[in-house]
């Protein structure tokens, strides 16, 4: 570690606890990707045309990413992170060329993979102006950053910090960080596509589906199949499959409500969990994430690829008494049949298809 590192993690302790007064609260390690997040990453990419742009958050000498497109990372060292100087300065920067910036030159995706040139950071404060995470843009290439794209920038940087300690909104997700540590939500955390995977799924299907029943409210399950996933990984290798796979986990998070809870439960399988909803509105859900996955390809190196989805849905309607294992089985029942009829369809728990 470079005095400047040990500087920086000797400067970052001594504020701290000021920062886990806030962070407790939003406990962000190891929580999947959230509808209102990615929109503003998604935007950000479009607005300051830069393919990786991210919504990070600082705690224990690590940095998370809440967001981030175009880059395979979840959480880095401190030490690793382009961040450092926003984080210890607490003021926006804007670097047009990496390798002339006496701090980024020697970081190690400057360096090496990615091999970032223009980096843009905006520090999130707290409401006691403690810095705890950060909204970045990056690129490859370098960058001029002229008076529209600074306006861009820290109008964005404004929303991720007003969107981050936003305290109306209580979803599945913050009932679930609340109610486990960082360990336990870690063990139910899928890395790759930055969901819930089969056990968090799980769980809260059967809280869930008991709060139904003592309240007698409406669930509905959606199971998903990514159509001819092993052709893509055949075809193009696993890389893009794994590409594949997170490109598709954050259409679904885009294309549900806020609310709704999405697990990735197999290779290539996924479930949607929907609250108070009646059995046409749990199909407009179902038909908004299929026409999501056919609108958005991902494109490599190589080729554009088309995605398309089977799904099935069965329903707790209000009087029912189903088990979680009798929910599940009626959704695996109605995707078998989806694909069976040819794919790229949606059926019902029922002998009638829509």
Same mark, same amino acid.
């Given at each position: 570690?470079?005095?400047?590192?040990?500087?920086?993690?000797?400067?970052?302790?001594?504020?701290?606890?000021?920062?886990?007064?806030?962070?407790?609260?939003?406990?962000?390690?190891?929580?999947?990707?959230?509808? $209102?997040?990615?929109?503003?990453? $998604?935007?950000?990419?479009?607005?300051?045309? @830069?393919? @990786?742009?991210?919504?990070? /958050?600082?705690?224990?000498?690590?940095?998370?990413?809440?967001?981030?497109?175009?880059? #395979?990372?979840?959480?880095?060292?401190?030490?690793?992170?382009?961040?450092?100087?926003? /984080? $210890?300065?607490? !003021?926006? &920067?804007?670097?047009?060329? *990496?390798?002339?910036?006496?701090?980024?030159?020697?970081?190690?995706?400057?360096?090496?993979?990615?091999?970032?040139?223009?980096? %843009?950071?905006?520090? /999130?404060?707290?409401?006691?102006?403690?810095?705890?995470?950060?909204?970045?843009?990056?690129?490859? !290439?370098?960058?001029?950053?002229?008076?529209?794209?600074?306006?861009?920038?820290?109008?964005?940087?404004?929303?991720?910090?007003?969107?981050?300690?936003? #305290?109306?909104?209580?979803?599945?997700? &913050?009932?679930?960080?609340?109610?486990? =540590?960082?360990?336990?939500?870690?063990?139910?955390?899928?890395?790759?596509? +930055?969901?819930?995977? +089969?056990?968090?799924?799980?769980?809260?299907?059967?809280?869930?589906?008991?709060?139904?029943?003592?309240?007698?409210?409406?669930?509905?399950?959606?199971?998903?199949?990514?159509?001819?996933?092993? #052709?893509?990984?055949?075809?193009?290798?696993?890389?893009?499959?794994?590409?594949?796979?997170?490109?598709? &986990? #954050?259409?679904?998070?885009?294309?549900?409500?806020?609310?709704? @809870?999405?697990?990735?439960?197999?290779?290539?399988?996924?479930?949607?969990?929907? !609250?108070?909803?009646?059995?046409?509105?749990?199909?407009? /859900?179902?038909?908004?994430?299929?026409?999501?996955?056919?609108?958005?390809?991902? +494109?490599?190196?190589?080729?554009?690829?088309?995605?398309?989805?089977?799904?099935?849905?069965?329903?707790?309607?209000?009087?029912?008494?189903?088990?979680?294992?009798?929910?599940?089985?009626? %959704?695996?029942?109605?995707?078998?049949?989806?694909?069976?009829? =040819?794919?790229?369809?949606?059926?019902?728990? *029922?002998?009638?298809?829509?």
């Amino acid at each position: 570690m470079t005095d400047s590192d040990s500087s920086f993690e000797k400067d970052f302790a001594s504020t701290e606890t000021l920062q886990l007064t806030q962070l407790d609260r939003l406990d962000p390690f190891y929580t999947p990707l959230e509808q $209102r997040f990615e929109r503003i990453t $998604r935007l950000a990419r479009r607005a300051l045309s @830069v393919p @990786v742009a991210a919504i990070t /958050i600082i705690q224990d000498g690590r940095q998370w990413f809440k967001s981030v497109t175009n880059w #395979s990372v979840t959480e880095l060292p401190l030490s690793e992170s382009l961040c450092a100087e926003v /984080i $210890r300065n607490g !003021k926006p &920067a804007f670097i047009a060329d *990496t390798l002339d910036d006496l701090y980024l030159m020697s970081n190690p995706h400057v360096c090496h993979g990615p091999k970032f040139r223009f980096y %843009a950071g905006f520090p /999130i404060k707290d409401a006691d102006g403690q810095v705890v995470g950060t909204f970045c843009a990056m690129d490859v !290439k370098t960058h001029e950053v002229d008076e529209q794209f600074e306006t861009a920038f820290l109008d964005l940087g404004e929303m991720a910090q007003r969107e981050l300690f936003s #305290s109306d909104l209580r979803t599945a997700h &913050a009932e679930l960080v609340n109610k486990l =540590g960082e360990s336990r939500r870690q063990a139910m955390f899928d890395a790759l596509t +930055r969901l819930w995977n +089969r056990r968090g799924g799980m769980h809260l299907l059967r809280s869930t589906l008991e709060a139904a029943q003592k309240h007698d409210h409406t669930i509905g399950v959606i199971s998903i199949d990514l159509d001819d996933f092993k #052709s893509i990984n055949d075809r193009f290798g696993h890389p893009v499959g794994d590409q594949v796979l997170r490109k598709i &986990a #954050s259409t679904f998070v885009s294309a549900v409500r806020p609310n709704d @809870v999405v697990s990735r439960v197999g290779g290539d399988e996924f479930m949607v969990m929907v !609250k108070d909803v009646d059995a046409r509105a749990c199909f407009t /859900i179902a038909n908004r994430i299929a026409s999501s996955v056919r609108e958005n390809p991902v +494109r490599t190196r190589q080729a554009t690829v088309p995605l398309s989805v089977s799904i099935g849905i069965a329903m707790r309607d209000q009087g029912d008494e189903l088990t979680m294992e009798a929910m599940l089985e009626k %959704a695996d029942q109605a995707l078998l049949r989806s694909k069976s009829q =040819g794919k790229d369809r949606i059926s019902f728990d *029922t002998a009638d298809d829509s």
